[in-house]
């Protein structure tokens, strides 16, 4: 019988524990897919810590990207087949050795890519290329500010964005991540642990500020953000992790990193002439499939010329200690790039 890794109650890594998968058939319009790997996303903590306010009852699995092959499909599914590469979007469940899924979410691999490497595609690439050119309307001649620049998402926006004419800042919290960023092809470096990334951003665009903030902190450093905009610039909000700081919950955190966002100046940000972006790419991906499907066409066209190449930090078994150890490891910050799980 296949297992899957479950988060059995709120709290540390070591709630993520292992049983058996109850089997289901699909319905006529999803798939059934062997998973080979499964991408890590600091969502999954935020599930983890109960913070999440989509995920199921305790317990549940978590993952919201695999890759594998197709062992199953509906009746209604066109374009798809017993037998091909794939990966897909998953509304949480991906952390198992099969998940029966929406085909609409399933995108075909194409050859030359390995699927560890297909499994860290979906959510940080479709996530990067929403945030930047659809949300952030980022193009030729435009500063882009980066918070994170060296996790999963940072990585895949310094990728689609480099070469294209713009000037790319960001942001990480360690020297090695900072000189890391820079050979990726990012213009200015900041190290947030040891400058004042406001002074820093003031002083590379001449006091101007930038024209798109990609943010996954959130928190009371929005307000940061949208004050290092320049006139019509625009934060893209795509993560909370400032509300998500420990491996345990905090209320504390939530109060003090949630309030601030519920009130916001609206006047203030108009004479700025500032606008805020928020993106949650798991209702965009359900409720707009064909645009998902068109950007991922493009991206995995992209990996498989050698354009772009998903940065992979580590691999960590598909087990619950292999989960719990993937945790920590993001947790404690230590990747660049995507965690991704593997099944043996």
Request: some cysteine; proline content about 6%.
């Amino acid at each position: 019988m296949a297992r899957e890794v479950v988060i059995a109650k709120k709290g540390s890594p070591e709630v993520l524990v292992e049983r058996d998968l109850v089997p289901r058939p699909p319905q006529p319009t999803e798939v059934r897919i062997q998973v080979a790997a499964a991408g890590v996303n600091f969502a999954d903590v935020v599930g983890r810590l109960g913070n999440y306010p989509d995920a199921p009852p305790f317990p549940y699995s978590p993952g919201y990207e695999v890759a594998g092959t197709i062992e199953e499909v509906g009746a209604e599914v066109a374009g798809l087949k017993v037998g091909d590469r794939v990966c897909a979007l998953t509304r949480f469940g991906g952390y198992a050795e099969e998940i029966v899924t929406r085909a609409d979410a399933v995108y075909k691999v194409p050859d030359g890519i390995e699927l560890d490497a297909a499994a860290a595609v979906p959510v940080t690439y479709l996530t990067a290329h929403t945030c930047l050119f659809d949300a952030g309307g980022a193009h030729k001649g435009h500063t882009v500010l980066i918070l994170g620049g060296a996790g999963g998402v940072g990585s895949a926006a310094i990728q689609l964005a480099r070469g294209k004419g713009m000037k790319l800042i960001a942001t990480a919290g360690s020297p090695a991540k900072c000189d890391w960023m820079q050979k990726e092809g990012v213009d200015h470096a900041i190290d947030y642990q040891r400058e004042d990334v406001p002074a820093r951003v003031k002083e590379i665009t001449g006091g101007r500020g930038v024209d798109v903030v990609l943010d996954p902190v959130g928190g009371r450093g929005l307000h940061t953000s949208i004050a290092m905009c320049a006139p019509l610039g625009r934060v893209v909000l795509f993560g909370m992790s400032a509300l998500n700081p420990g491996k345990k919950r905090s209320v504390r955190a939530l109060i003090r990193e949630g309030l601030p966002m519920r009130f916001f100046n609206l006047p203030l940000m108009a004479n700025a002439n500032v606008g805020l972006h928020g993106i949650n790419m798991l209702h965009l991906a359900e409720k707009d499939p064909e645009l998902m499907k068109r950007k991922m066409a493009e991206i995995l066209g992209a990996i498989a010329r050698g354009e772009l190449a998903p940065v992979i930090s580590d691999r960590f078994p598909l087990t619950a200690e292999g989960a719990q150890k993937a945790h920590h490891y993001l947790q404690d910050r230590r990747n660049i790039g995507k965690v991704v799980l593997m099944r043996a």
